[in-house]
């Protein structure tokens, strides 16, 4: 076992680039969505791309308390009809209900990490498991296709908290439900402004660098997968 797990009851983690990572390559832009643009984003820049992105993130952000998939449906729709606008995609209401439809109850959206299920299944033997994670309401299923649902025993979810990490709301609702002081605790993340919100409470943080664009310097405790915590 890693010695940074010595004398700790609680293990908490991501889910994005720590448990799974996006099927496309990118969260939003689905293959479902680059399917029915088709053509039509061809000639685009990927600067105007991602800036119309996130004009449409900024719009969930902004909407974020929810709690049923119908719901983040809706949501979807909205993000894809700022995307179709701002980038003049000329998309319908028939396609952008298609793309939204896929992003919330498609779980293939999603591909887990080889080995994350062994590794949570035998940390469970060990420890109480915890998800903290910037999400939406389709994380159950997300969770359950990819195999570590029945090993989680509490969840904090932004979209239930209505904050995103780093807020130490979302750090302070995931150790009340834990039920152990913060220094009996980690987090598994692989942003370091999330692994900081972590540390203003006391939570020992550990930065997982499966996605080779989260590794980065830092004083803080690195992992390549979930296996180097066995």
């Known amino acids: ?95 952008l209900e298609e793309i939204a439809y896929d992003r919330t109850y498609n779980m293939k959206n999603y591909i ?25 309401p389709s994380i159950t299923p997300q969770l359950e296709y990819i195999g570590v649902l029945k090993y989680i025993s509490f969840y904090t979810y932004s979209c239930s908290v209505g904050v995103f990490k780093p807020d130490e709301r979302m750090y302070l609702d995931a150790l009340s439900k834990c039920g152990f002081p913060a220094e009996d605790t980690v987090f598994v993340d692989d942003r370091i402004d999330n692994l900081e919100g972590a540390v203003k409470v006391g939570i020992t943080p550990i930065l997982i660098t499966i996605n080779p664009e989260s590794d980065m310097e830092t004083s803080f405790c690195k992992i390549k997968g979930l296996r180097d915590l066995l």
């Not at 680039?17 to 990927?46: C, H, Q």
């Not at 420890?127 to 910037?134: A, Q, V, W, Y």
Request: glycine letters at 6%.
């Open 1 to 95: 076992m890693n010695k940074i797990l010595e004398n700790k009851k609680v293990i908490f983690l991501d889910v994005g680039y720590t448990l799974d990572a996006p099927a496309s390559g990118d969260w939003m832009l689905t293959n479902k969505f680059y399917e029915v643009v088709g053509d039509r984003i061809n000639a685009i820049d990927s600067k105007e791309i991602k800036r119309a992105k996130y004009v449409g993130i900024d719009y969930l952000e902004k909407n974020h308390l929810l709690t049923t998939m119908e719901e983040e449906n809706r949501q979807y729709f909205e993000f894809y009809s700022i995307v179709s606008r701002e980038l003049d995609l000329g998309l319908s209401i028939k396609e």
């Open 112 to 136: 887990g990490y080889p080995g994350t299920v062994d590794a949570v299944k035998e940390l469970s033997k060990s420890f109480e498991l915890g998800i903290i994670s910037d999400t939406w």
